[in-house]
T-cell receptor, first 113, second 113 residues
């Protein structure tokens, strides 16, 4: 158990809908990263927050957004969902913003029908 | 463009064998190189990591070899066991700027009893 929690574990929704994925980092970790894992694209970085502020963006679609709250939990919002958004979404946390160990949560499996 | 190239895609070894997984990178700004192990339905778990100031690091049965001049690094699993059967990902990140992980495409390892 990495200490990173993610909810929900599974999510099934229809095209065009909006969903919110939630992540709680390990106790004491200030940095949260979101990654998408799909069969054709592998593990891809989406976005990073550090102590409530956006730190870096990767291959994140404009339909996707995220935020980190004062209690350091983070939410990833996916809107206008398409079939191709079906994937595993992982949250990772690290103690600081830097090349430190990142610990991954168990993921949320999103299925868009 | 794949920033970290990983091979082989899959690997089958007998119990007790020493599987070797190789990764290569181009970006000389990378200075942190972790390996992750992922079981089906689980999040990636940090296995071992190395920084470029050393050429080798061992933790238990896992060893990373690092060749800075060749921009290559590899994972060796000594005395492999059926429980090591999983997908292994190499990754890299930068010390400055965005610190997200760039992942290789993964190697599916099967250890036959």
């Amino acid at each position: 158990d990495s200490g990173v929690t993610q909810t929900p574990k599974h999510l099934i929704t229809a095209t065009g809908q909006r969903v919110t994925l939630r992540c709680s980092p390990r106790s004491g970790d200030l940095s949260v990263y979101w990654y998408q894992q799909s069969l054709d694209q592998g593990l891809q970085f989406l976005i990073q927050y550090y102590n409530g502020e956006e730190r870096a963006k990767g291959n994140i679609l404009e339909r996707f957004s995220a935020q980190q709250f004062p209690d350091l939990h983070s939410e990833l919002n996916l809107s206008s969902l398409e079939l191709g958004d079906s994937a595993l979404y992982f949250c990772a946390s690290s103690v600081d913003s830097g090349p430190y160990e990142q610990y991954f949560g168990p993921g949320t499996r999103l299925t868009v029908t | 463009q794949q920033q970290v190239k990983q091979s082989p895609q899959s690997l089958i070894v007998q119990k007790g064998g020493i599987p070797i997984i190789n990764c290569a990178y181009e970006n000389t700004a990378f200075d942190y190189f972790p390996w992750y192990q992922q079981f089906p339905g689980k999040g990636p778990a940090l296995l071992i990591a190395i920084r470029p100031d050393v050429s080798e690091k061992k933790e238990g049965r896992f060893t990373i070899s690092f060749n800075k001049s060749a921009k290559q690094f590899s994972l060796h699993i000594m005395d492999s066991q059926p429980g090591d059967s999983a997908t292994y990902f190499c990754a890299a990140s930068r010390e400055t700027g965005a610190n997200n992980l760039f992942f290789g495409t993964g190697t599916r390892l099967t250890v036959i009893p």
